[in-house]
């Protein structure tokens, strides 16, 4: 199952895993664990088991079906590197995404050291961007990791972004996206840790992408930084067998 995503920095999700538990405090108000709940009730069979962690090997093949090349969110309700998805199936996540060198594919983890415990056995497509969320300082290990691996573009979500990040070691970093936490009991976000970010990434050429301001009503808060969007990504550039990252902005 795909679906065209609300989310910012992507075009669609596909979900071949389900669940999670909460591994640092950006995972107090997830918004995946409410979301499951909710389609659970409204009958969702996918979702029969809420927020446990839970494998989907019929929904494997969709990319195959997209005849068109899509940005693709990989795992947005799960996690693929939980330590509940077995190494078989992560491997057989890649090798979809490896095959389908049309889509670019975004997975993004804030488990990295299992990745880096599996990095020699995976292979990395080029159309693979490989990410790590950050919420805070206390976090910060999980750049050092994703550094280690052998993905060819690098990237940060630093969302929900829950205190300042001074002095981020962007070296080797492709991309770095920015958030604030929405919904409810959502915590604020300081304009001064999101333009300390930001300039960093000038200073260094990442591309920076601000999602949101977030809070209970996010479309209020909108993303508006400085008096514009910030909408910097790296580019796909495709052929028939490799999509290659660099990097331009899109920014209005």
């Given at each position: 199952m795909t679906a065209k995503s609300s989310i910012e920095w992507t075009e669609v999700t596909w979900n071949p895993v389900t669940g999670c538990t909460k591994v640092s405090h950006g995972c107090k108000n997830?918004?995946?664990?409410?979301?499951?709940?909710?389609?659970?009730?409204?009958?969702?069979?996918?979702?029969?088991?809420?927020?446990s962690v839970t494998l989907h090997e019929s929904v494997l093949e969709d990319p195959t079906k997209w005849s068109k090349p899509r940005l693709v969110f990989v795992n947005s309700m799960s996690d693929l590197f939980h330590e509940s998805v077995p190494e078989w199936f992560i491997e057989a996540v890649f090798?979809?995404?490896?095959?389908?060198?049309?889509?670019?594919?975004?997975?993004?983890?804030?488990?990295?050291?299992?990745?880096?415990q599996m990095n020699e056995e995976i292979f990395w497509p080029p159309n693979v961007w490989f990410g790590v969320s950050i919420e805070s300082e206390r976090w910060i290990k999980r750049l050092h990791l994703l550094?280690?691996?052998?993905?060819?573009?690098?990237?940060?979500?630093?969302?929900?972004?829950?205190?300042?990040?001074?002095?981020?070691?962007?070296?080797?970093?492709?991309?770095?996206?920015?958030?604030?936490?929405?919904?409810?009991?959502?915590?604020?976000?300081?304009?001064?840790?999101?333009?300390?970010?930001?300039?960093?990434c000038i200073k260094n050429e990442v591309p920076f992408f601000f999602k949101q301001w977030g809070g209970v009503f996010k479309k209020r808060t909108?993303?508006?930084?400085?008096?514009?969007?910030?909408?910097?990504?790296?580019?796909?550039?495709?052929?028939?067998?490799?999509?290659i990252a660099t990097w331009c902005f899109y920014s209005n």
């Open positions: 997830c918004y995946a664990e409410r979301m499951s709940h909710r389609l659970k009730a409204m009958g969702v069979k996918k979702y029969r088991n809420a927020f090798e979809v995404m490896n095959r389908e060198s049309q889509h670019t594919f975004q997975v993004l983890t804030k488990r990295p050291a299992r990745a880096v550094k280690e691996l052998g993905a060819h573009t690098k990237f940060l979500s630093l969302e929900p972004l829950l205190g300042p990040l001074p002095g981020l070691q962007l070296q080797g970093i492709d991309w770095v996206i920015v958030g604030g936490e929405s919904g409810p009991k959502a915590r604020p976000m300081k304009v001064e840790w999101v333009r300390e970010i930001r300039d960093n909108g993303r508006l930084l400085d008096h514009r969007t910030w909408d910097e990504m790296p580019q796909r550039l495709h052929n028939r067998n490799w999509t």
